[in-house]
């Protein structure tokens, strides 16, 4: 996945920061919103009715190893994919997992989507249209980077062969797709795609129902850096009520806040990235709006890298966050890492999120070996 820092030039690395700090940002947080003074909850309350679900415990004889869970509703079900492998992160047995639930709340035993080979294949998460469910599975066939690829189903258990992920030129689509695609209303979807050479994030869009062709690149700069992968990496992003979308990065540059940039066509060009002040953690994150319109941002504001805790974030505007909530703390709320592997390391690593059946559901994975999620009622999480 995408967990590995560059090395960049004393220059580059002043360039960007003069940029990415010169601009106004998106969005901000209000003043005292975390106490850093408080580690392993940041001062933060739990929201009433706060639930959280373990999908998949790693057993004596299984995979120890997992990450990248992501979720999405179905034809009545909630599915869950993941990737695993027996102990390390990125190696070649690395296999993608799907698991699903009637209820959110007791989940099937782990199932195949894509299983390991030659090859390593990673999750990409999840679309559909309605009638059909599509899996995005990322492919890694070298250092110069990967691509995505696709397969379908009608009721989640027969899959499609894999196919490239195409372009609007019906071409196959170079980069290798975040796992956070929104819809607009009138259906375009939004995602980004970390495309070749290297991982260099980019803004693309859809009017494709299924996701499956018809990407454009949309026109962003991004911030001076060096080598084969941007500074700006897995982002997410919010709608504001006046119909303007602000995409929210990981910052590879270490300033351990988010980098945040905002469109008004739609998702066609995008403003170069500048900082935000919500602090991160240097990882993968989430966003969305509410059904009521409330933007959040999930991750782990920690201001370093400690992936504790993690925490949901709201804007009633889009523009100032000033309500949070911790959904899992550090302390006695982080059970021990069990079984030590590559890039393994305590906390709530890589989180996504969705809404459905009156809850706010945030996947992820603990400690990179437990495959859990944290539901919040929406009520609890309402202005």
């Keep these: 996945m995408l967990t590995r820092a560059i090395a960049l030039t004393a220059l580059t690395i002043v360039a960007s920061a003069a940029y990415a700090q010169s601009q106004p940002a998106p969005y901000r947080i209000s003043p005292g919103l975390f106490d850093a003074s408080r580690p392993d909850d940041l ?4 929201a009433p009715g706060t639930q959280t679900v373990t999908i998949v415990r790693p057993r004596s004889n299984s995979p120890k190893y997992n990450n990248g869970v992501v979720l999405l509703p179905f034809k009545g079900r909630l599915y869950a994919q993941w990737q695993s492998s027996p102990r390390d992160e990125d190696s070649s047995d690395t296999w993608v997992a799907y698991s699903r639930s009637r209820d959110g709340a007791r989940w099937s035993a782990p199932m195949v989507l894509v299983p390991s080979g030659p090859v390593m294949h990673a999750s990409g998460g999840w679309w559909t249209d309605g009638k059909t469910l599509v899996a995005y599975i990322n492919v890694w066939p070298g250092p110069q980077g990967g691509y995505a690829e696709y397969i379908t189903s009608t009721d989640g258990l027969h899959w499609s062969k894999p196919q490239r992920v195409l372009d609007n030129n019906g071409a196959p689509l170079n980069g290798v797709i975040e796992q956070d695609p929104h819809a607009l209303p009138g259906g375009r979807i939004v995602t980004a795609f970390h495309m070749q050479p290297g991982l260099v994030v980019t803004p693309y869009y859809t009017d494709d129902p299924k996701g499956i062709g018809g990407w454009s690149r949309g026109l962003m700069r991004n911030l001076p850096h060096s080598g084969p992968q941007s500074r700006e990496l897995e982002p997410s992003w919010f709608a504001r009520r006046d119909g303007s979308l602000v995409m929210v990065f990981r910052d590879q540059g270490s300033s351990f806040r988010q980098l945040a940039a905002e469109s008004s066509d739609r998702g066609a060009t995008w403003t170069t990235p500048v900082l935000t002040n919500m602090p991160d953690s240097r990882a993968k994150q989430s966003a969305g709006n509410l059904p009521d319109g409330t933007a959040f941002l999930v991750g782990e504001p920690s201001g370093n890298k400690t992936r504790i805790p993690l925490v949901v974030s709201l804007s009633k505007s889009g523009r100032l966050f000033d309500r949070a909530f911790a959904l899992r703390r550090g302390g006695a709320d982080l059970q021990p890492l069990r079984t030590p592997g ?14 459905w059946n009156g809850w706010l559901y945030v996947s992820y994975a603990t400690n990179k070996e437990d495959v859990q999620l944290t539901r919040v009622p929406l009520a609890s999480l309402v202005y």
């Design 43 to 46: 001062g933060l309350k739990v």
């Design 342 to 355: 590559k890039y393994k390391r305590p906390g709530y690593h890589y989180p996504k999120s969705v809404v």
